[in-house]
């Protein structure tokens, strides 16, 4: 593949304005007690290329993600199936978000001749930003919302792998300034250590935790001080890049300087050192029991969305000793779908939710947006739905 060298790119100025409108507390889509409805998609991967989409070979993430987006901008248009979820058999007419769950950019190792993360942010800006043109009941584009992915945060701080550049800080520092609604990091001074990327909104009567990575003993400690300003029968989603059966290699080193080095292969995109072993082959249990105490604490916390596992899924996340139950929605990626990608084009997904405040239901629906793929015009098709209980 082409490398593209490009600087770093400084975010316009209507684009954090835009989306500094969404950090307000309460959203106004919520006041009048109405469904919000958003587009959940995950781990975009600018840098690297599928190896078929829509009869070519060897496709730039650019262009799958771009043929995405257009898709998406068809669900107005669009009428609801009438499968029991909410707003079945509705036309859609708006989109009030879209959630994004991380990996902007692809890891810049030079064994995969990845672009800069300035390029792949670039690209992303374009496709995300620019040409995404749904919008809300009010006229106004949709907000997006953006969790950082191990990707983004191994681009910032060095990988075991060789990288060229060694780091590049920018999809992380154009992250924490469209979400913060900013405009004062870069490459050059963005603080992976200090400029952390957690954020709540209140939506549509519930509470919504956008957290760096996943939730780990530090996240932890910014979620705990984050849920004491909610109340408890209040319903909390978590959205974050790792799934809840985290994997072992993303905690920080427990051997020796605690570094990040070709021996132990610990990726250290976690604050907390691992504590189920020394290599990162062994199963994160201990982690994991953790978190499974802190939603035992916190019983509001109803359903988490991830990406990170490639896999369009709905599922139940029980912990290590199945002693939990979380509804839990995992995203399909346009570029390493673990079917999308490896067996089947057409099961290439993102997801459309629909939250409703009445009954405080949550419907998942599967869109299948190249179920056609010799056919780039082809209507979405509705795959997989589920509705998850939020009470």
């Known amino acids: 593949m082409k490398r593209i060298f490009q600087q770093p790119v400084i975010i316009i100025a209507v684009l954090a304005t835009m989306v500094a409108t969404s950090c307000k507390k309460d959203d106004n889509n919520s006041q009048d007690n109405e469904p919000i409805q958003f587009i959940f998609t995950s781990d975009a991967h600018y840098g690297i290329s599928r190896p078929a989409f829509q009869g070519k070979t060897n496709v730039d993430a650019h262009v799958v993600n771009a043929a995405m987006i257009a898709k998406m901008n068809t669900l107005p248009n669009l009428t609801l199936p009438n499968d029991g979820g909410l707003n079945a058999g509705k036309k859609i007419n708006t989109v009030d978000y879209l959630f994004e769950g991380g990996d902007i950019a692809n890891r810049m190792e030079t064994s995969v001749s990845v672009q800069i993360a300035a390029a792949s942010w670039e690209q992303f800006r374009v496709d995300y930003l620019q040409n995404l043109t749904v919008k809300n009941k009010d006229g106004q584009?949709?907000?997006?919302?953006?969790?950082?992915?191990?990707?983004?945060?191994?681009?910032?701080?060095?990988?075991?792998?060789?990288?060229?550049?060694?780091?590049?800080?920018?999809?992380?520092?154009?992250?924490?300034?469209?979400?913060?609604?900013?405009?004062?990091?870069?490459?050059?001074?963005?603080?992976?250590?200090?400029?952390?990327?957690?954020?709540?909104?209140?939506?549509?009567?519930?509470?919504?935790?956008?957290i760096q990575m996943w939730p780990d003993s530090s996240v932890r400690v910014w979620m705990n001080n984050d849920l004491q300003k909610v109340s408890s029968t209040t319903p909390v989603v978590i959205v974050a890049h790792d799934q809840p059966a985290v994997v072992s290699n993303h905690f920080t080193n427990p051997n020796?300087?605690?570094?990040?080095?070709?021996?132990?292969?610990?990726?250290?995109?976690?604050?907390?050192?691992?504590?189920?072993?020394?290599?990162?082959?062994?199963?994160?249990?201990?982690?994991?029991?953790?978190?499974?105490?802190?939603?035992?604490?916190?019983?509001?916390?109803?359903a988490y969305l991830h990406g990170h596992a490639h896999e369009s899924k709905y599922y139940v996340y029980n912990g290590p000793d199945n002693d939990v139950a979380l509804s839990t929605v995992g995203a399909d990626s346009p570029m390493k779908g673990v079917v999308s990608t490896m067996n089947d084009e057409t099961k290439l997904s993102f997801h459309f939710g629909v939250l409703d405040p009445k009954t405080m239901t949550l419907t998942m629906r599967e869109c299948l947006w190249d179920a056609d793929p010799s056919n780039p015009l082809a209507a979405i098709q509705w795959g997989k739905m589920v509705t998850i209980n939020l009470k």
């Not at 191990?150 to 701080?157: A, P, R």
Request: with cysteine; net charge neutral; aromatic share 12%.
């Open 141 to 210: 584009k949709a907000q997006l919302m953006i969790v950082p992915g191990n990707h983004d945060v191994s681009n910032t701080i060095g990988y075991y792998a060789k990288m060229s550049p060694l780091t590049d800080a920018t999809s992380m520092a154009n992250i924490y300034n469209l979400m913060f609604g900013v405009s004062t990091k870069d490459a050059l001074n963005y603080n992976y250590a200090k400029d952390r990327i957690n954020y709540s909104r209140d939506i549509a009567g519930v509470h919504f935790c956008f």
């Open 256 to 302: 020796g300087d605690h570094s990040i080095n070709s021996t132990d292969k610990f990726d250290n995109v976690l604050d907390e050192r691992f504590k189920s072993g020394t290599t990162a082959s062994v199963a994160d249990n201990i982690e994991q029991r953790a978190f499974v105490a802190f939603l035992k604490q916190h019983t509001n916390i109803k």
